[in-house]
């Protein structure tokens, strides 16, 4: 038996650029892309916020598969504290959260369904869908990401093709729990 290994997703680093994101003090507000999160709405610097991209793409890329557009359509939000590997990255549905609305102003995270419909979800929470592979051809708005993409960009990691057909599920305990 292996010994795990630690989580691919560090914590501290999605706290980090969250924060280098927004607004400071005195900062002229004119210039800011609209991040729609699970219990907030965030304006983030759209320079800040573009500067980090790469990153926070990266970072989306290695959640679950089932989260990707292409491959599983959607997945709760509940079960985002797990990375693509079943590794439990955290415990804080604030990280969580900050990950997935830097996602949504940059344009790769989307809610599946309306907030008013959330409450019929297990947990009443929403599931996210994740569209990695698009890069907008214009930088965000202050109405929210470009609707315009481009094909897959050399810079964002590809998911990898893994031999012998479906791969297990990262978190299967969490099945039929919620």
């Not at 927004?22 to 800011?32: I, N, S, V």
């Not at 989306?60 to 997945?75: M, T």
């Not at 907008?136 to 990898?160: D, M, R, V």
Request: negative net charge; charged residues 20%; contains cysteine.
């Amino acid at each position: 038996m292996s010994a795990p290994t630690e989580a691919t997703i560090d914590s501290e680093r999605i706290e980090a650029i969250f924060r280098e994101c927004l607004f400071e003090e005195g900062e002229d507000y004119a210039d800011f892309c609209k991040g729609e999160g699970v219990m907030a709405n965030v304006g983030f610097h759209l320079a800040r916020l573009e500067s980090h991209r790469q990153e926070i793409e990266a970072v989306l890329d290695l959640l679950p598969y089932p989260f990707r557009e292409a491959k599983g359509g959607g997945w709760s939000f509940l079960n985002a504290c797990y990375d693509r590997n079943g590794h439990h990255w955290t415990s804080s549905h604030q990280r969580m959260e900050q990950l997935f609305t830097l996602g949504n102003a940059l344009g790769r995270v989307k809610f599946f369904m309306p907030r008013e419909l959330w409450s019929t979800l297990p947990g009443g929470m929403p599931y996210l869908v994740i569209t990695i592979k698009a890069v907008a051809t214009a930088a965000p708005t202050p109405e929210g990401p470009s609707a315009k993409y481009l094909p897959p960009s050399p810079l964002i990691a590809q998911e990898p093709e893994k031999p012998g057909g479906p791969q297990p599920d990262p978190a299967p305990a969490l099945r039929g729990v919620f």
